[in-house]
């Protein structure tokens, strides 16, 4: 038998087939189209999915359920998108309405959440039981696996650990708090520092870009450009600070970071696991977490979510 695998993001649709090893067998993607209601862009994911068992050559007989990874507040147990403002998703009955299509179970989840399930399943942290996944993105995504199992808190909007404060009355976070992890190590968050940091520096080559990411900001510190390379080592420990929160929590056996940000490799890792190796709890006699990159990228929300089937874990 085979699982559909759908993954709702703000910007990107993307369906896909995985087979029982959790290899993906064919996937397609499209955008969110501009304006769409909740129904429309469900019925174009759906859409997306049977082009990909099209494609493939699988009927609606072969799959086994339909998983579904969104970005925003989910509510496993009814399978009801509460609020994904990107979306315009308000208290959506996203399984319902894939399951009027397809006939088969289906299950929801949200985004990090299923990302960190196809890590521990299948990628960096395979066959670990307690695991920290955390996605560098436009926002923080944070899943916690749990005893092999995704940790969803007693109720839908269990873990934003992205909103933990890491400094009171810092800086103004998209959740409407300020101060928040992700205000601080986001892939936004970087973008804003080093913005501050050129307008106060004219000298410095970050105001010859035309248009600034997160991976141009590294590349202008890796050339030398002091103020980059200061607003890169500022970020990096934010970030450690939060992270090293997390690992004193919930004392992970790895924290596998994924998201644009992660595509940074060891220069991003290395430094992270200095600091966290230095600041954890009881540092001098525990030996910290494994601290690596995801092991997938583009596709970890659909293999995700096609777990979400698999064993019935929500
Ligand atoms: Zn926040």
Avoid: W
Wanted: with cysteine; proline share 3%.
């Amino acid at each position: 038998m085979y699982r559909i695998g759908i993954d709702i993001g703000g910007t990107n649709l993307k369906a896909g087939i995985v087979d029982e090893k959790n290899n993906l067998v064919e996937s397609t993607y499209a955008p969110v189209r501009k304006g769409a209601s909740p129904n429309e862009i469900i019925a174009d994911a759906c859409q997306l999915a049977e082009a990909a068992m099209g494609l493939s050559c699988i009927s609606n007989s072969e799959i086994a359920g339909v998983g579904i990874s969104c970005a925003g507040t989910c509510d496993t147990k009814t399978g009801r998108v509460i609020h994904a403002y990107n979306l315009g998703f308000e208290n959506t009955p996203v399984c319902d309405l894939v399951n009027f299509r397809f006939h088969v179970p289906a299950k929801l989840a949200n985004d990090a959440d299923a990302q960190a399930l196809a890590e521990v399943r299948a990628g960096s942290a395979l066959g670990m039981e307690n695991v920290l996944y955390i996605c560098l993105g436009t926002g923080v995504g944070v899943g916690i696996i749990i005893n092999g199992g995704i940790y969803s808190g007693c109720g839908y909007a269990g873990t934003e650990a992205g909103h933990m404060t890491l400094i009171l009355d810092g800086e103004q976070c998209t959740c409407t708090e300020s101060g928040c992890f992700e205000a601080y190590a986001s892939a936004t968050a970087l973008i804003r520092q080093a913005k501050k940091a050129a307008a106060s520096d004219p000298g410095s080559a970050l105001n010859s870009l035309k248009k600034m990411g997160a991976k141009d900001i590294f590349g202008l510190a890796d050339a030398g450009d002091e103020t980059s390379v200061r607003v890169t080592k500022e970020y990096i420990r934010y970030l450690s600070a939060g992270i090293t929160s997390l690992v004193n929590i919930f004392d992970p056996e790895a924290v596998v970071i994924g998201g644009g940000v992660a595509n940074r490799g060891e220069k991003l890792l290395e430094p992270v696991r200095e600091y966290v190796g230095k600041h954890i709890f009881g540092a001098d006699s525990r030996k910290a977490p494994v601290i690596t990159a995801a092991g997938f990228r583009d596709n970890a929300g659909v293999i995700g979510a096609a777990m979400l089937i698999k064993d019935g874990t929500e």
